[in-house]
C-alpha cells in the first residue's frame, strides 16, 4: 500500500511540474489569495441533473423495425421506423401493408427532420406580451406541464360557471382517428357547438361529385393495375395525391398498360410522364368533360352493361338532338338522356376547345380512347378542377364519366372503401350536464348551413365546415365570441386563403391554446403552447386508408421515448385537462374518459399514458381480438397486431355496389336526385327557392340544371387588364400539407418537384409570357393579386400554360423555425400562395378555393 | 435511457492521502465545480443564479482568472428583471419559434440543423462506458449543453477521487476521457455556439454566461494538455480535425 502511495505521489509530482507551467496563473492565485483552501464541502458529492448510473439494460446497440404511420400527407402509409439505442434512423414502407405493399416517398424520411428539429416546442410555455398581433413578440417563457394544465382548466371553468360554454372552441388540423376524444367528446361535454375542422380546406370538393352521383363522400381508390385509360383532373398522384407511395410503386406497370392523359395547367410530376398533357385553362375543366361525354355518347362507347341502352339499339344522341327519354333504358344508372338534353348535347370538341384552350384533336382523341377503354377507365378527380368558387358541380360532371364507361366500382376503375371494423369511442350524452346540452345548442362559429353556406355534405345541408369562414365569425363574434379556444396540429394564419384575417380573429380571442410539433404563425398568438408528439415517432393513435383494392388501418405508436416533454395531442392532453377539471368539481369529463377500458385486462385508465394506449386498444378491438373477428387480417391478440402495425381489409368486392348505391334511386344519378333533395332542404330552411340559393352562392345553374353534372364558367377574382396572369398553385412531392417547412432535406431536394429550384421559392412562368414582361429566371420578383402580394424568385419553364404563373405551395413562413423564415419573426422565406388567394368558397362543399381563385400581375423588384 | 431522477454521486476518498496531491487536488476541485456551476446556469434560470455567480468567481478566480470581468458580469447582468432573463433564455436556446443558439453538440458537428445524429450517439457512448446515462427525468438530448458540461465535471472528480486514492492509472484514464471528449465534444462546438449566444443575447447575462464559458473552455484545453503524452493542444486545430463533424 505504502509502496503504492509513493509512487503515486512521485508520478503526480513529475506531472505537476509540466502542470505548473501550464497552469501559472493558477499557481500564484492559489497560493497567494486561496492557497489550499478550497472548501471540499460537498465538492465530492456532486448532485448531477442530467446524468444518472446506467442500468443495466441500456446501450446493448442492437436495432430493431418498429411498425409506425406516416402523416406527412393523406395517403397515410404504414411505416417500419429502425430503432437502435433508443435513437429513430430510418424509415421504411411497411411490408405487410397490402395498401403500401412496402413502398415509401420522401416524406417520410423528412420525418427524421420533424422529429428531431432542434426548433420544436420542448415544453410547456406561456406568453408574456399581453399585446396580439403580427408585430407582437409573444415573448414565451417555458412553463411547467402543472402551471398551463391549472390555467386551461381555469378557464374552461370559468366559462361553465357563467354558462357560456358555447364560447369556447376546439380547432383541429392533421389528427388521427383518435380525434373524437379531443374533438367531439371533449367539446360537448363541456358543452360547445365549436368544434372546426381543417378538412374543407383538404379537399371536401373532390367528395361533392362522387356523393352526388353514386352516393359515396369520401375519397376514392383507382384501379390502376387493371385500367386501359387513366384520365387525371387536377391531381398528382406520384407527388401529391393519396397513395404517392403505391401508385410510384406501380406507375411503371401502369404506363405500360394504360393511357396516361393529365388535366392541368402545369406540367406535374404525373403529367411528366404521362401519354397525353392537356393544359386547360384554369376553371375549365367542366368544358372538357362535357366534350368528353358528348363525344362518348355520340359515339355510342357508352358502357352498356352499366348505364343501359336504346330500346331498339339505335343511338339517337346526335349533336344538337333532344332525345325521348322513354327510348332508353338505364340499368345501373339514373337520367342519363335528362343529363344529354339538360347539359350534353351541344358540348361539343369544338365548343370545349374555344374554353378550354386545347386542341380540337387533342381532345377528340382523348374522349374517344378513353371511351374506347370502358370499362377500364379511370376518370380521376382532384383537388386541381373542384377548389373552385363553382368546383361542385365540375366534381360532379368529371366523375360523372365514370358512370359512362361502367368504371365505377369496377375492375379498372374508381373504386371506394372496402369494410373496416374499427369502434367508436363510448358516447358521451351520459355525460353531458344541463349547461353542455344548452351550449351545444347554440350555432357554429363557421355559418355552415346559413342560406349562403349550404354545405351539403352527404346530402345533409349544414353538416360541411367551413373552416376558414370561422375566421369572420371570430371577428364578428357572429354567432358569438369566442373566449377559449385550443386548436392542435393546424396552422390556419398560413393555410387558410386571406391568411391575415385569422391573424386579426386569433388577435381577438382572450385565451388560445395552441398544442403542435412547430411553432408556427398560428402559435404566434396564443398563449399557452403544448409541445405535441410527432405522429411517426411519439404517438399513439391509427388511421386508415383506402389503395390497391384494399383498406388497411395502421396505427402509430411511440417507438422512441418523446423528444422533450411531448405529450399526445389527441389523448393524453385531453385526460390530463379533465384530471384538471376534475379537481375543480366537474367530473363529467375525467368520468366519460375512464369508461374507455383496456379490451384486454378490463380496467380504466388511471392516467394519461394508459388512456392513450387503452383509447387506441379499445377502438381497434375488433381488428386484432381472435373473438371479435369479423373479416380481413387476423391476429392473435393485441400484441400480435401492435408489432404487425397494420390490419388489411379483405380483398375489393367488385361491382356490388351497382344499383345498391346510397343514392335516393341508388342508382349512379347522372340527374341527381339525392342533390336536389337536400338543395330543396336547404332552400325549404331558408323559405326560399333552390334557385335563389343558387345565385347567392355563385353558381351559374338554375332550374333543372342544378341537378345535373354540368359545365360553369370559372369565378375568378380579379380583372384580365389589371392582372393579366391566372395563378396556378400547386403541392410540393415534399409536403402536401405544411411541417416540411423547417426540415433542410425540403430545401435540398426542393428540384424534386418540377420546375422548382433547391433552395429558392419560384413562380414558374412561361417563356413567352416572361419575354413580354421583360422577366427572366432567377429575377426577384413580386406577384400581387387583388388581396394581397408575396415576393419571390422567377423561373422561365416551359412547363406552364401561357397566361398563368405556377407556384408550388409550402414557403413563405415568416416563423415555424430557423430555416422556414428567412428573416425570423419579419422575414418569410419565399411567399405563401395563400397571400394572394381571396377567402371564397365553393359554398355546395363548404370548400375554400385555392384554384382558378385570382388573377396577378407580376413586376420586378 | 434512464428511468431515474439525476443522482448524486458518491465517490470514495482516503482522507489521510488527501493532502499528498493538493495542488493537483484544490485546482481540479476547482475545475469540476467550474463545469458544474456552468451546466447549472444552461438550466431555466432559477432562484439560486445569485449564490452560483459567487461561487463561479471563486472557481474561475482559481482555474481561468481571464474570464473573472465576465464573472463580475454575471452579477451585474442577474440585475435584469428576472421575466426578461426567462424570455431571453427562452429565445437563445428553448424557442418556441426558432432558437437564436441551439445548445446541443450535434446542431453544430453534423450541420444539419437535426438532433439525434451520430455524434448524439457518440456521446451516449461515452457517458455509457462512464457507466453512465441521461436521467429519466431528464427530457433533453444527450448532447445537450447542461449534459456535456455535467459529464466534464463527473471525469474531473472521478481523476480526483482516483488521485487521492493513489490510483495513477485511473487518474490518466480520466484525465485522458475529459481530453478526448473536450476534443470530440464540447470543444469541438462550445467556441461556435458561444459566439451564437453573444450575438442573439438581449441580456448582459447571457452574454457574460457566454463569453465566462468559452474563456474557460479555452484555458481549459490548454490545462488539460498537461496529461502525460498529451501533446500540446491547440484549440482552433481540434475543432479542425474534430473525427465527429460532418
Known amino acids: ?861 | 435511457m434512464g428511468t431515474g431522477t439525476g443522482c448524486t454521486f458518491r465517490f470514495r476518498i482516503n482522507e489521510e492521502d488527501f493532502m499528498n496531491v493538493e495542488d493537483f487536488t484544490v485546482y481540479e476541485t476547482a475545475r469540476g465545480r467550474t463545469y458544474k456551476l456552468l451546466a447549472d446556469y444552461y438550466h431555466m434560470p432559477d432562484n439560486e443564479m445569485r449564490e452560483r455567480a459567487i461561487s463561479l468567481s471563486e472557481t474561475l478566480a482559481i482555474v481561468c482568472p481571464e474570464a473573472a470581468p465576465y464573472a463580475a458580469g454575471l452579477k451585474i447582468g442577474l440585475e435584469a428583471n428576472p421575466d426578461q432573463l426567462s424570455v431571453d433564455y427562452a429565445r437563445l436556446f428553448v424557442g418556441p419559434f426558432a432558437i437564436a443558439a441551439p445548445p446541443y453538440g450535434s446542431v453544430y458537428l453534423e450541420g444539419k440543423r437535426q438532433l439525434m445524429g451520430d455524434s448524439t450517439q457518440d456521446a451516449l457512448r461515452r457517458y455509457r462506458a462512464a457507466g453512465l446515462e441521461s436521467a429519466g427525468d431528464f427530457k433533453d438530448a444527450p448532447d445537450h449543453i447542461t449534459v456535456e458540461l455535467e459529464f466534464m465535471s463527473f471525469l474531473i472528480f472521478k481523476a480526483i477521487e482516483a488521485s487521492i486514492n493513489s490510483n495513477t492509472e485511473e487518474t490518466v484514464h480520466y484525465l485522458k476521457k475529459q481530453k478526448s471528449f473536450l476534443e470530440d465534444h464540447l470543444g469541438a462546438w462550445i467556441f461556435e455556439f458561444a459566439d451564437a449566444v453573444v450575438k442573439a443575447a438581449d441580456t448582459v447575462f447571457f452574454q457574460n454566461l457566454a463569453n465566462a464559458t468559452a474563456a474557460f473552455l479555452k484555458n481549459d484545453y490548454s490545462s488539460i494538455s498537461a496529461v502525460p503524452a498529451a501533446g500540446q493542444f491547440d484549440s482552433e486545430k481540434l475543432v479542425e480535425i474534430n473525427s465527429l463533424r460532418v
Open chain 1, 1 to 861: 500500500m505504502k509502496e503504492k502511495q509513493e509512487k503515486h505521489r512521485s508520478f503526480m509530482k513529475d506531472f505537476l511540474d509540466d502542470f505548473k507551467m501550464s497552469r501559472r496563473s493558477f499557481m500564484k492565485k492559489a497560493s497567494a489569495a486561496t492557497g489550499g483552501a478550497i472548501a471540499l464541502g460537498g465538492a465530492f458529492t456532486p448532485s448531477f441533473r442530467t446524468l444518472a448510473e446506467a442500468s443495466e439494460t441500456s446501450g446493448k446497440g442492437l436495432g430493431e423495425w418498429i411498425a409506425s404511420t406516416c402523416q406527412g400527407c393523406t395517403s397515410w402509409c404504414s411505416k417500419q421506423v429502425y430503432v437502435i439505442d433508443g435513437r429513430a434512423v430510418k424509415v421504411r414502407g411497411n411490408p405487410n401493408s397490402k395498401v403500401n405493399l412496402g413502398a415509401g416517398c420522401p416524406r417520410s424520411h423528412l420525418g427524421l427532420q420533424q422529429v428531431y428539429d432542434p426548433d420544436r416546442i420542448k415544453t410547456p410555455m406561456k406568453r408574456t406580451n399581453a399585446k396580439k398581433g403580427r408585430n407582437e413578440d409573444p415573448k414565451f417563457v417555458p412553463i411547467s406541464w402543472d402551471e398551463a394544465l391549472n390555467t386551461i382548466a381555469d378557464k374552461i371553468m370559468e366559462l361553465r360557471k357563467n354558462n357560456e360554454t358555447h364560447k369556447y372552441m376546439l380547432m383541429r388540423g392533421r389528427y388521427s382517428y383518435m380525434r373524437d376524444v379531443l374533438y367531439d367528446r371533449m367539446t360537448k361535454i363541456i358543452g360547445s357547438p365549436n368544434n372546426i375542422s381543417h378538412s374543407a380546406i383538404c379537399a371536401e370538393a373532390e367528395k361533392f361529385g362522387p356523393y352526388y352521383t353514386e352516393g359515396y363522400w369520401n375519397y376514392r381508390q383507382y384501379d390502376v393495375t387493371n385500367a386501359r385509360y387513366v384520365l387525371i383532373w387536377g391531381a398528382d398522384p406520384l407527388a401529391a395525391n393519396r397513395q404517392v407511395s403505391y401508385y410510384s410503386a406501380v406507375w411503371g406497370d401502369v404506363i405500360g398498360k394504360a393511357t396516361i392523359a393529365v388535366v392541368e395547367p402545369r406540367l406535374s410530376a404525373t403529367a411528366g410522364k404521362a401519354d397525353e398533357w392537356l393544359p386547360v385553362e384554369p376553371g375549365h375543366d367542366g368544358a372538357l368533360a362535357a366534350a368528353i361525354a358528348h363525344t362518348i355518347l355520340v359515339e355510342g362507347l357508352w358502357n352498356k352493361e352499366f348505364v343501359g341502352d336504346f330500346t331498339d339499339g339505335q343511338n339517337r344522341f346526335v349533336p344538337g338532338a333532344v332525345v325521348d327519354e322513354e327510348t332508353f333504358e338505364e340499368k345501373h344508372t339514373y337520367g342519363v338522356v335528362k343529363w344529354w338534353n339538360l347539359e350534353l348535347k351541344d358540348k361539343t370538341v369544338e365548343w370545349a376547345a374555344e374554353r378550354t384552350g386545347l386542341p380540337v384533336e387533342q381532345i377528340q382523341r382523348v374522349a374517344l380512347e378513353f371511351g374506347q377503354a370502358a370499362p377500364q377507365a379511370i376518370s380521376w378527380v382532384g383537388g386541381g378542377p373542384v377548389m373552385q368558387v363553382r368546383g361542385a358541380y365540375t366534381s360532379m360532371i368529371c366523375h360523372a364519366l365514370n358512370g359512362l364507361t361502367g368504371g365505377v366500382d369496377n375492375v379498372g376503375g374508381t373504386l371506394a372503401s372496402n369494410k373496416e371494423y374499427t369502434d367508436h369511442f363510448p358516447e358521451p350524452d351520459d355525460f353531458m350536464d344541463e349547461i353542455a346540452k344548452k351550449g351545444k345548442k347554440h350555432g357554429k362559429i363557421d355559418h355552415r348551413g346559413r342560406k349562403e353556406f349550404p354545405c351539403l355534405n352527404e346530402g345533409k345541408p349544414g353538416s360541411a365546415v367551413v373552416t376558414n369562414n370561422a375566421a369572420e365569425g371570430i371577428l364578428n363574434e357572429d354567432p358569438n365570441e369566442i373566449k377559449v379556444a385550443i386548436a392542435y396540429m393546424n396552422n390556419f394564419t398560413f393555410s387558410c386563403g386571406q391568411p391575415e384575417r385569422w391573424e386579426r380573429a386569433l388577435s381577438k380571442i382572450p385565451f388560445l391554446v395552441h398544442i403542435t410539433t412547430n411553432a408556427s404563425e398560428f402559435s404566434w398568438f396564443a398563449d399557452i403552447l403544448l409541445p405535441d408528439a410527432h405522429h411517426m415517432f411519439e404517438k399513439w393513435g391509427y388511421v386508415k386508408s383506402i389503395g390497391n383494392g384494399y383498406r388497411h388501418v395502421t396505427i402509430m405508436q411511440p417507438v422512441i421515448k418523446p423528444m422533450w416533454e411531448a405529450k399526445i395531442d389527441e389523448t393524453e392532453m385531453p385526460w390530463l385537462i379533465a384530471e384538471k377539471l376534475n379537481e375543480r368539481g366537474f367530473s363529467n369529463l375525467l368520468d366519460h374518459y375512464k369508461t374507455y377500458i383496456d379490451p384486454e385486462t378490463g380496467k380504466a385508465p388511471t392516467n394519461a399514458q394508459e388512456f392513450a394506449l387503452y383509447a387506441l386498444k379499445y377502438a381497434t378491438q375488433n381488428l386484432w381480438d381472435p373473438a371479435k373477428y369479423k373479416g380481413g387480417d387476423k391476429f392473435n391478440g393485441w400484441e400480435d397486431f401492435r408489432k404487425a402495425g397494420v390490419w388489411n381489409s379483405d380483398p375489393y368486392p367488385f361491382r356490388k355496389r351497382w344499383s345498391n348505391m346510397k343514392t335516393k334511386t341508388k342508382k349512379f344519378e347522372f340527374y341527381s336526385e339525392t342533390l336536389k333533395e337536400a338543395l330543396e332542404k336547404h332552400a325549404e330552411n331558408h323559405k326560399t327557392t333552390v334557385d335563389d340559393i343558387l345565385e347567392t352562392c355563385f353558381y351559374q345553374a338554375r332550374n333543372e340544371q342544378a341537378f345535373i353534372p354540368h359545365y360553369e364558367e370559372p369565378y375568378t377574382n380579379g380583372t384580365e387588364a389589371e392582372y393579366p396572369f391566372l395563378f396556378v398553385d400547386h403541392k410540393s412531392r415534399l409536403n402536401r400539407e405544411g411541417r416540411s417547412a423547417n426540415c433542410p432535406w425540403y430545401y435540398d431536394f426542393k428540384d424534386v418537384d418540377p420546375g422548382d429550384t433547391v433552395w429558392d421559392d419560384v413562380a414558374k412562368i412561361n417563356p413567352l409570357d416572361a419575354k413580354k414582361i421583360g422577366v427572366k429566371t432567377g429575377d426577384a420578383i413580386r406577384i400581387t393579386s387583388p388581396t394581397g402580394s408575396i415576393t419571390c424568385t422567377a423561373k422561365m419553364w416551359e412547363g406552364v400554360r401561357p397566361g398563368t404563373v405556377a407556384k408550388c405551395y409550402g414557403q413563405g413562413h415568416w416563423v415555424y423555425g430557423r430555416l422556414a423564415a428567412k428573416e425570423f419573426g419579419k422575414i418569410p422565406r419565399g411567399g405563401n400562395n395563400n397571400d394572394l388567394i381571396p377567402a371564397v368558397y365553393d359554398r355546395l362543399s363548404g370548400s375554400t378555393v385555392r384554384h382558378a381563385a385570382t388573377r396577378v400581375k407580376i413586376e420586378k423588384v
